[in-house]
């Protein structure tokens, strides 16, 4: 049987998953493969700390270059995640013929432009299954399993600590600094979160899934963008009166020949698949024109979750090293030289419903100032919620509508927050419920 050499650049907790996972299923893997990998180094700057994991010495090495360098090494692992020296490891080993597999989902959004048309050029394939919803084999869908289809749209729920802390705060009817916390505690939420609860996380995830669906080259700051950090209980529950769950969605929808890209909180109907999705979980929402829908569902995050989408980019490129082929799927779906910059649609040109949550005082004419300016702005309503005053003061005044445009949306809201008899600033959230 014939040997493949791999090299791992990163033994964090995915790494960790990947020697795990290649000592457990070894003789499976060389089954599916008809050849046996060999895991010949291994570069962490902390090799020392004990990792669960059975590691001889002699794998181990503080400097990447010992892998890069190595013209055994034919397939390069990068899991160290983060922005640098991970550009540089990988253009280096692009240089020297190896293929890469990655995980780095900051690094491929921000420096994918640069990456894949490099590797392209060299003939190496860049496997990136990892790099977007964990397990969940999106990448490989769009490349390959609906290749032949228009996307319509794709929406994703891709950030497992924004669905934990929407979910708790769903089933408790607790705060969001709370459930955090507590999310902190139990370890779904990084020390510092904002990467995540900001949604930035989500972004570079939604750029390179943009980038396949439609074959075009995505800007990450051209994707609009919301966390979740301004979501309250009490939006959650209204929410739940009015049918819906509040999830952070990424939605991308072709308008044309454009896509609406956007990232933000969103109400969508409790019965919705993806309103179903709790806890850590990642899902995608798919409709292409032949296909219809296709529903993606699993684990987001995780040592050997991930670490199963790293193999299976793994084996992609040992089965080529194996036939002696490359570039038989192109990087991004699209040849690299004929992608074009994506025609993206303004956020104030989208139309969705509407959620508002106004805090205003409870006097007569309260209403009908309110809906005047929103009807005078082509905004029309839905539904209505007030519950009655309990103690002197201002009360929330809950509307839906029905389809609106962003910008008329804006301008609305700007004259009502400008009222003396509105309180404090109105809450927004889109409805999404045709999707
Ligand atoms: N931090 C991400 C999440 C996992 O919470 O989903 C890695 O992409």
Do not use: W
């Amino acid at each position: 049987m014939k040997n493949i050499s791999i090299g791992l650049i990163g033994l964090g907790n995915i790494g960790t998953g990947v020697v795990r996972l290649l000592e457990q299923n070894e003789k499976l893997i060389a089954q599916k493969l008809g050849a046996k990998l060999v895991l010949k180094k291994i570069a962490d700057i902390d090799i020392t700390s004990p990792r669960g994991v059975k590691i001889p010495k002699k794998l181990l090495t503080t400097d990447a270059r010992d892998i890069l360098n190595d013209p055994d090494i034919s397939i390069v692992i990068e899991l160290m995640g983060g922005y640098e020296p991970a550009r540089t490891f990988v253009l280096e080993a692009i240089k020297k013929g190896k293929h890469v597999v990655t995980a780095n989902k900051a690094m491929l959004a921000t420096f994918g432009n640069e990456i894949f048309p490099a590797a392209q050029k060299k003939n190496v394939d860049i496997g990136f299954e990892a790099s977007v919803g964990g397990t969940i084999p999106i990448i490989k869908t769009l490349k390959e399993s609906l290749v032949a289809n228009r996307i319509h749209s794709i929406v994703g729920i891709m950030n497992g600590t924004c669905n934990f802390i929407l979910t708790k705060m769903t089933n408790e009817g607790k705060p969001f600094d709370v459930v955090l916390k507590e999310a902190q505690q139990l370890g779904f939420a990084e020390a510092d979160p904002t990467f995540d609860i900001e949604g930035i996380d989500t972004s570079h995830k939604m750029a390179i899934v943009l980038s396949l669906a439609y074959g075009k080259k995505v800007r990450l700051k051209d994707i609009y963008l919301e966390g979740i950090t301004k979501i309250s209980a009490e939006d959650i529950a209204f929410a739940g009166e009015l049918g819906y769950r509040i999830k952070l969605l990424a939605i991308g929808r072709l308008k044309g020949d454009a896509v609406e890209a956007r990232i933000h909180p969103t109400m969508i109907a409790s019965g919705h698949l993806l309103a179903n999705v709790n806890h850590n979980y990642n899902a995608f929402h798919l409709v292409g024109d032949a296909s219809g829908p296709v529903f993606l569902f699993g684990q987001g995050a995780g040592m050997m979750p991930t670490a199963s989408a790293v193999f299976s980019d793994i084996l992609d490129s040992a089965r080529n090293v194996l036939k002696g082929i490359s570039g038989r799927v192109p990087l991004r779906s699209i040849d690299e030289t004929g992608m074009k910059d994506i025609r993206l649609v303004p956020m104030d040109n989208i139309e969705t419903k509407y959620y508002f949550r106004f805090t205003a005082l409870d006097r007569p004419g309260v209403l009908s100032k309110i809906s005047g300016i929103l009807g005078a702005h082509d905004i029309s309503l839905a539904t209505v919620i007030q519950k009655a005053r309990e103690e002197a003061g201002a009360v929330p005044i809950v509307m839906t509508t029905y389809k609106a445009k962003e910008k008329n949306v804006r301008q609305a809201l700007k004259k009502i927050d400008r009222l003396d008899i509105v309180r404090d600033k109105t809450i927004l959230i889109r409805i999404e419920d045709e999707l």
